[in-house]
Structure formats: C-alpha cells, structure tokens
C-alpha cells in the first residue's frame, strides 16, 4: 500500500500519514496505532475489526511489553496534550477521524499522565464528548491506543 497523505479535521489540521496499522503525526512528532488495543488492523478492508478491550494500568504494561516485543520498541501511552490532537470537533461520537482511526470507541481513553492537582489519578481523553477527565484511577479500566516517538528518518 502506497504512503499517503491525510490532512485530518483536528483543530490544529495536523498533516498524518496513513501506512497500513500506523499513522504517523508529522506535527508531534510521533505514530500512533490505528486500532485500539484487542482490535486488528486489516489491510484488505482498510480497518479495524474485533473488540477494544477496557484496560488497567497494570494491564497495559503488560500489552506495552508485547507491542514492543512485537512491533518494534518504543510504544506508550500517549500524553494529554498527544491525545487531546486526536480530537476531531466537528464529528459526530466518536469524536476522531475515522479513516484514519476507524472503529474507535466513543469513550475515555488512558493517557499516561498524572492529573497534577490530585496526583492518585490520570488523565483520560473521551471520543464521546471530545473532553479530557483527570478523574479515574490506575485500577480503573477505559480504552487504550498506543503511540510512539517517531524514529528518525532511515530507522523501521
């Protein structure tokens, strides 16, 4: 499949490019899963099939270990303000460009970062309302999408 490139309804219209299961984000600098964690990407339909799974902070460790054995190293949780991008306005729930990220979930997804003011809780990001809750705790299951720092040019 041909590298293309997508200019998304975000507010910032950050330029992404699409290859296969990655999107990257030129503007932030890194890339993103196409799927949520439990889907799969399929190629030939050019989305994501199979169910989300809800997920513990303690569960996603063990998924980020997996990613990186399998996928190459690097994948996180993405930070606040790297979800928060993600957040199409003017679509209707789920609020995110679905081609680029088709079959997301109108609901929270886990970042991972702390709310700074209560400290035992992070923050979340919702394709439902296009808001951001720093309400739930790491024992709490919501939906995850993974991303990673872009590899320099030349690198997989």
Known sequence: MPLAMIIASTPLAAQYYERDHIVTDLALGIEW???SVGQRWDPEAETCW?????????EIAQVIEQANEQLGDGWRLPRRDELESLVCV??????IDPLLFPNTMAEPY??????FWSP???????????????????????MVR??????P???P
């Open 146 to 151: 993974l991303a990673r720092d872009r590899p």
């Open 120 to 142: 035992r809780n992070y923050w979340t990001v919702s394709f439902m309302t296009g808001d951001r809750y720093g309400r739930f705790f790491p024992e709490q299951r919501m």
């Open 90 to 95: 003017e679509c209707e729930p789920p609020k």
């Open 110 to 115: 886990w970042t991972g970062e702390k709310n």
């Open 33 to 35: 899963m196409r799927c």
């Open 50 to 58: 199979g169910e989300a799974v809800r997920l513990n902070h303690e």
């Open 153 to 155: 040019m030349g690198q």
